[in-house]
């Protein structure tokens, strides 16, 4: 097993905590008792994140890790603080956008602009629930709506970076219609009606905008980061 991921974690003696991954104490072995993790570490070894200064046992550190799409990034599962760049399970498709020359109910000042998403139906990859088995796509193309101002500006752009990381949607089962192995939104929420609001997903909603920025950041994505890069 390989693991590149470049995170600082800190090998400590003794703590009086649980490990709060398998909710054993951290003075005792691991609880982990599953593959993969028994040649990285004595099931007694603790870790501390280098950032947020949450500890768990190295091993089940390395099984949460290995349980996830293993893309060279962890988020701590108590603060979920971000380390290394998160990445989700979105299968292959189509992000597109343009202005429309009108107004959503709140934003009587700027256009409007439409996010077209397109996802077609495949085949789960390794990265899904069940890999192998067939994924169905509803709804799509689904259309999305921001206001054309600085701020909504910026969640295109953040959204764009989500989309290429994969963020935007996952394969699950659907709160709505409860079907499993389909397409569905991840956890950034998107507007998918235009002029009305009859399912909640519309405008007007003035915290909409920074609802959204605060989902990206939790994902990883911030208007400083993407500065950076
Ligand atoms: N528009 C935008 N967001 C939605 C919608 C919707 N119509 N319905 C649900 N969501 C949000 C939910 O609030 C939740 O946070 O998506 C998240 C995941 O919900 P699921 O029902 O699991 O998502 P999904 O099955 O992808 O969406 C259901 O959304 O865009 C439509 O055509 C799509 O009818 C489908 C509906
Ligand atoms: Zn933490």
Not at 2 to 7: C, D, E, L
Not at 35 to 42: E, K, L
Not at 126 to 145: I, L, Q, S
Not at 176 to 192: A, Q, R, S, Y
Request: charged share 20%; proline share 7%.
């Amino acid at each position: 097993m390989v693991i590149s991921v470049r995170i600082q974690i800190m090998i400590i003696d003794k703590t009086v905590v649980d490990c709060t991954i398998c909710m054993e104490s951290l003075c005792g072995p691991s609880g982990y008792k599953g593959p993969g993790v028994g040649g990285i570490s004595r099931a007694e070894s603790v870790g501390r994140l280098s950032q947020c200064g949450h500890q768990y046992h190295l091993q089940c550190l390395v099984a949460m890790y290995n349980n996830g799409n293993k893309d060279g990034s962890l988020q701590c599962p108590t603060c979920k603080t971000i380390y290394g760049v998160k990445t989700g399970n979105q299968p292959p498709g189509k992000m597109e956008y343009h202005v429309i020359p009108h107004s959503l109910p709140g934003h009587p000042d700027c256009k409007t602009i439409r996010i077209i998403y397109n996802i077609p139906p495949g085949i789960q990859g390794p990265e899904h629930p069940n890999p192998g088995k067939p994924f169905t796509a509803r709804g799509f193309p689904r259309h999305c709506y921001l206001p054309d101002s600085e701020k909504g500006r910026l969640v295109l752009k953040l959204l764009l970076v989500a989309w290429d990381r994969r963020l935007i949607f996952s394969v699950g089962t659907s709160s709505t219609t409860g079907e499993t192995d389909t397409v569905i939104w991840n956890e950034v929420h998107h507007k998918t009606e235009f002029g009305s609001n009859l399912t909640g997903h519309g405008y007007p909603d003035s915290g909409h905008l920074d609802n959204v920025l605060e989902e990206l950041r939790a994902q990883g994505i911030t208007e400083e980061e993407c500065l950076r890069d």
